[in-house]
């Protein structure tokens, strides 16, 4: 090989293992700040409490309407035996109940969730719960840390039974009725 081959090739192996470290970088950055969030004006943040809008319960879906919209186009509604409330049991917002969503609901550090748990072994975009023929389903989203179901890591997507506790971080839940 020539020299000005071997030149290049050792650039092109410089170039390429410098773009790893940014990677690299970027990953961890984010994954410890999580995404950067746009700020409120003043009046606005003022009106809208992060601590009121994470607890609210979200209203439920008026049956009358769900019954009479096209098939293609329902929700999912829960029947009677499906866990409408989320319970904190451990952590630091233990105590805390939360109306279930009719569909999904987010949890991670991330300003976007359902559920906010600021923990350092919780990721930005941790798990998700949803509802999947009458019955809540957790996923766990790529998480660093994992997400538990009973003591079990969940790797696919995994039914909830009511009362059992789901464990993200150091915070545990249940779903209950």
């Known amino acids: 090989m ?3 081959t071997l030149l290049v090739l050792r650039l092109a192996l410089l170039i390429l293992m410098w773009f790893f470290v940014f990677v690299v970088v970027y990953a961890l950055r ?13 009046t606005a943040g003022a009106s809208f409490p992060a601590a ?3 607890a609210a319960p979200l209203a439920p879906a ?13 929700t999912p509604q829960p029947d009677a035996t499906t866990p409408r ?3 904190i049991t451990s952590g630091p917002r233990e105590g805390m109940e939360i109306d279930l969503p009719p569909e999904q609901l987010t949890i991670g550090r991330s300003s976007e969730s359902g559920l906010i748990i600021r923990d350092d072994y919780t990721s930005t975009h941790h798990a998700r719960l949803m509802l999947w023929n009458d019955q809540w389903v957790v996923q766990d989203l790529d998480s660093t840390n994992g997400t538990f179901l009973a003591g079990s890591r ?16 150091t915070t545990s839940f249940e779903l209950r009725r």
Not at 30 to 42: H, I, N, T, V
């Open 2 to 4: 020539s020299e000005l």
């Open 30 to 42: 984010s994954d410890l700040f999580g995404q950067r969030a746009r700020k409120l004006p003043a």
């Open 52 to 54: 009121a809008a994470v």
């Open 62 to 74: 008026p049956v009358a309407a769900a019954a009479t919209a096209p098939i293609g186009s329902r």
């Open 85 to 87: 409330r989320l319970v």
């Open 154 to 169: 969940v790797m696919l997507p995994t039914p909830v039974p009511p009362g059992t506790p789901v464990t993200i971080g």
